[in-house]
T-cell receptor, first 115, second 110 residues
């Protein structure tokens, strides 16, 4: 079974631009969560999608958005990039079933550098 | 608010046991997790413990949970150089919105 894939793996953008990152979950998984990892703040939860609906959202500004498609693939978008958005963006997939344990499997991440 | 604290660094000699500690604040956490991150890689789930358990053992890994003190520990027996990595403690009421600690960098000295 293929793991979680994220594209691209590395990205360099300049301030003010926007960026779209993609995550393909493990086949059969319907939940995709996104996290931002920085040296200062560590790992912070961005949002989670299940069956094309945003189910949970972390404490990030509206410049951070996401969506999920019918095949469970997810994208996240960051508009008007700031230097502080430089980070490793991780996505994780799980079955997302309520009331039971669902292991999250993480992708390798997309390293975004904002110049 | 929710917070997970862990020490930032730990150094041990190869063959010794490593103990990584973590404290959390959210008493409603259902599951507590330990993840491992190697350089340039994503997170790998090592083990998890349900909040109504106090111990879980899985090969070289032992997790201890003190729910009263909100303290979680991960013991790695017979630590090897391949265990050098950053270890994250995480808590969550569900499994898809996790709160992570800042990570403990484990260095294993040959």
């Amino acid at each position: 079974k293929a793991g979680v894939t994220q594209t691209p793996r590395y990205l360099i953008k300049t301030r003010g631009q926007q960026v779209t990152l993609s995550c393909s979950p493990i086949s059969g998984h319907r939940s995709v969560s996104w996290y931002q990892q920085t040296p200062g703040q560590g790992l912070q939860f961005l949002f989670e999608y299940f069956s094309e609906t945003q189910r949970n959202k972390g404490n990030f500004p509206g410049r951070f958005s996401g969506r999920q498609f019918s095949n469970s693939r997810s994208e996240m978008n960051v508009s008007t990039l700031e230097l502080g958005d430089s980070a490793l963006y991780l996505c994780a997939s799980s079955q997302g079933l309520a009331g039971s344990y669902n292991e999250q499997f993480f992708g390798p991440g997309t390293r975004l550098t904002v110049l | 608010g929710e917070d997970v604290e862990q020490s930032l660094f730990l150094s041990v000699r190869e063959g010794d046991s490593s103990v990584i500690n973590c404290t959390y604040t959210d008493s409603s956490s259902t599951y507590l997790y330990w993840y491992k991150q190697e350089p340039g890689a994503g997170l790998q789930l090592l083990t998890y413990i349900f909040s109504n358990m106090d111990m879980k053992q899985d090969q070289r890994l032992t997790v201890l949970l003190n729910k009263k003190d909100k303290h979680l520990s991960l013991r790695i027996a017979d630590t090897q150089t391949g265990d050098s990595a950053i270890y994250f403690c995480a808590e969550g009421a569900g499994s898809y919105q996790l709160t992570f600690g800042k990570g403990t960098k484990l260095s294993v000295i040959p």
